[in-house]
T-cell receptor
Framework: DAGVTQSPTHLIKTRGQQVTLRCSPK?????VSWYQQALGQGPQFIFQ???????QRGNFPDRFSGHQFPNYSSELNVNALLLGDSALYLC????????????FGSGTRLTVV | KNEVEQSPQNLTAQEGEFITINCSYS?????LHWLQQHPGGGIVSLFM???GKKKHGRLIATINIQEKHSSLHITASHPRDSAVYIC???????????FGTGTSLTVIP
């Protein structure tokens, strides 16, 4: 039973570019949450998707957007990349908002140069 | 002030020592999670607690709901326990996690 799969694992982008990160949730999970983890910091909540809609959003600008597909997989898009967007982006999946627990992916390491 | 505070930030122990990591939170929670993150970045969920105590092998997690405090204990620590341990409070209102900044544990042989 595959856990949460994120792609790519590493990515280097230039300031001003756009990036798309992908997440496939654990089998049986229907909710996907995205987190940004800067170096040496705890993860920060970006947003959560359920039934193809953004249900909750953290304190991130509109440059950060997402999507959830009918198969529950999700994308995180970041436009107009800034150097400060360099971080580990984690995806976590759950069933019904995580009442029975979460499964985390290994993350995508984004470096903006 | 962060919603979740962890201590210590860094911890070095000799193999075999008993280790305690503390977590205090200020938000209302439906559950408190302890996570383990290795240098590659992947996170593994160790425990999900809403009351009392849970044990898994050499790991023990406790929570005091009234005091809004949780602890993670590692008995007979081993170098393979070296990792960052993160406390995460799952909000009972916003359906989201609030994370501590993590405790970086190094166990020396």
């Amino acid at each position: 039973d595959a856990g949460v799969t994120q792609s790519p694992t590493h990515l280097i982008k230039t300031r001003g570019q756009q990036v798309t990160l992908r997440c496939s949730p654990k089998s049986g999970h229907d909710t996907v949450s995205w987190y940004q983890q800067a170096l040496g910091q705890g993860p920060q909540f970006i947003f959560q998707y359920y039934e193809e809609e953004e249900r909750q959003r953290g304190n991130f600008p509109d440059r950060f957007s997402g999507h959830q597909f009918p198969n529950y997989s999700s994308e995180l898009n970041v436009n107009a990349l800034l150097l400060g967007d360099s971080a580990l982006y984690l995806c976590a999946s759950s069933f019904l908002w995580g009442l029975s627990g979460y499964t985390f992916g290994s993350g995508t390491r984004l470096t903006v140069v | 002030k962060n919603e979740v505070e962890q201590s210590p930030q860094n911890l070095t122990a000799q193999e075999g020592e008993f280790i305690t990591i503390n977590c205090s939170y200020s938000v209302g929670i439906s559950a408190l999670h302890w996570l383990q993150q290795h240098p590659g970045g992947g996170i593994v969920s160790l425990f999900m607690l809403s009351s009392g105590k849970k044990k898994h092998g050499r790991l023990i997690a406790t929570i005091n709901i009234q005091e809004k405090h949780s602890s993670l204990h590692i008995t007979a620590s081993h170098p393979r326990d070296s990792a960052v341990y993160i406390c995460a409070a799952f909000s009972n209102t916003g359906n989201q996690f609030y994370f501590g900044t993590g405790t970086s544990l190094t166990v020396i042989p």
